[in-house]
């Protein structure tokens, strides 16, 4: 059974600052800069509103576990593609998908952006899904505790750049 991923962050700024930066075409090497994680934007499209699809590769984290490791390409990257849609009510809704080719994973949800009092809350949900027999739960929920810890260091870079 797929594990669920559910986190949200206040970001002290209005949605469109926030948007312009998340969706923007700096945010990839910002991101290679605080993570050093070698954060590539491999695409980005700009559509009616000023919805943008945003496709951002980066190198694998360190301290994959060996089960999980031997499922993976050496030397592979992950990467994440992100569909903004247009302004709506104040908010920005939008879907991810997060890919390493090769590995026997789905991982992708839905985002927001809505307005707060005090800024915007930026919320991300998902599911991953792991089909390795025996280990796939086990590996579900070391990918949802990566992509936690991941989202959270990417929500406090994006306050700081607001």
Known sequence: M???????????????????????????????????????????????????TLVVSRGLPDGIPGFLEKFLPRGGRARQSEAWGAADGGARRGTWQGEIPGAPATVGGTMALEPTATGTLYRIQGEVKVSIPLVGGKAESFIVDMIGKLTKSEAELLASLV
Do not use: N
């Open 2 to 52: 797929p594990k669920k991923l559910d986190v949200s962050y206040d970001i002290p700024a209005d949605v469109e600052t926030v948007y312009a930066v998340i969706s923007g075409e700096g945010w990839a090497a910002a991101k290679a800069e605080r993570f050093e994680d070698e954060s590539r934007q491999e695409s980005r499209t700009v559509g009616a509103g000023d919805a943008v």
